[in-house]
């Protein structure tokens, strides 16, 4: 997929295609920043720029039969390792690629190498690439793809340059699911405003629970919106998914708290004019105008701090009902 289809990261892409353009790629580069945010598929549009037969200004085509093939995975000289059954990448695999890279490329003009998961090499693993990396072959690029950096070798580290992938946009986020995941838009909006700004992460929760967690929530705010008594507080907590009590459940309370955090953010925002792009629940916009009505920015900000108190309780083992109770009088 060319840079063009890739959410995000405008700065980035522009940074590698230009560095690309130049020549003046660094052969060996860590791709690290959270996990479900574009890092592989960037590493593959990069592959695709590089050895692409017709590419159109700053981007590859993605359609010829170079393109074509990198997307279907079976380019010769575009290598992706990623951990096995075992959940680690072996020495084998990474003594493989290192023995192609030897080689000029077959058919384009770049070889790229893509260690996904590049944590998952062991100690040996990664003393094995170490000075492929340190001299890598002329016509070669190493792209290690990782969430958590830190944890490579130091040696690795340092030779390889490092970029850094920040987290999407809720929109962001939002518009991948509905392009290419095939997501109604309030089901996007909801699992995207719960995904950290990562498109993995709002895959990983099924959108139903995402769509349930974030109407109770904007039930529950609806309800104590005009400070009603204390029954009807309790009602409105009573009706987050996990929190009643029998059918008490930590992780589903945990994502309607979630919710209700990602909403009071919207509203904290909104109540500063703050930009567009950071609203998360853009598609509840007129009832989130409707809320602001009794939550000024101090009421939002309060909230907020009680929804994080209540789930740090939650992680602390806390009973779910005695903490939904609590948050009710608080927000
Ligand atoms: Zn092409």
């Excluded at 003594?95 to 080689?103: C, L, P, V």
Aim: net charge neutral.
């Amino acid at each position: 997929m060319p840079f063009r289809e890739i959410a995000g990261h405008d700065h980035l892409k522009q940074l590698i295609a230009r560095a690309a353009l130049r020549g003046t790629l660094p052969p060996s580069l860590i791709f690290a920043g959270p996990s479900g945010v574009g890092k592989a598929m960037m590493a593959l549009a990069l592959a695709q720029f590089v050895n692409c037969l017709a590419p159109v200004g700053e981007d590859a085509c993605g359609q010829c039969g170079s393109c074509r093939r990198i997307t279907r995975g079976v380019h010769a000289d575009v290598l992706r390792i990623e951990p096995g059954d075992t959940g680690s990448i072996k020495i084998e695999q990474v003594r493989e690629a290192i023995d192609r890279a030897a080689y000029r490329p077959f058919e384009g003009r770049r070889r790229v190498v893509i260690i996904d998961q590049a944590e998952q090499m062991g100690v040996n693993a990664q003393d094995a690439i170490l000075k492929t990396l340190e001299e890598p072959p002329n016509s070669s690029t190493f792209i290690l793809v990782t969430d958590t950096p830190d944890t490579l070798l130091p040696t690795i580290r340092s030779r390889c340059q490092r970029l850094r992938f920040g987290r999407l946009s809720p929109g962001d986020v939002a518009a991948v699911l509905i392009g290419r995941h095939e997501y109604a838009e309030a089901d996007a909006h909801a699992a995207a405003s719960l995904s950290d700004g990562s498109v993995g992460k709002a895959l990983e929760g099924g959108s139903e629970d995402f769509v349930g967690a974030r109407m109770a929530a904007l039930h529950l705010l609806e309800t104590v919106a005009d400070d009603p008594p204390p029954g009807r507080r309790i009602m409105g907590a009573m009706s987050l998914p996990g929190a009643t009590k029998g059918k008490a459940d930590r992780d589903a309370l945990g994502q309607s708290l979630r919710a209700l955090a990602s909403i009071l953010r919207d509203l904290a925002a909104l109540g500063a004019q703050a930009d567009e792009r950071a609203i998360a629940n853009a598609d509840l916009r007129p009832k989130l105008q409707r809320l602001l009505r009794s939550f000024d920015n101090d009421r939002s900000l309060r909230a907020f701090a009680a929804v994080d108190r209540a789930l740090n309780a939650l992680d602390r083992n806390a009973s779910p009902k005695i903490v939904a109770d609590w948050l009710s009088f608080q927000i």
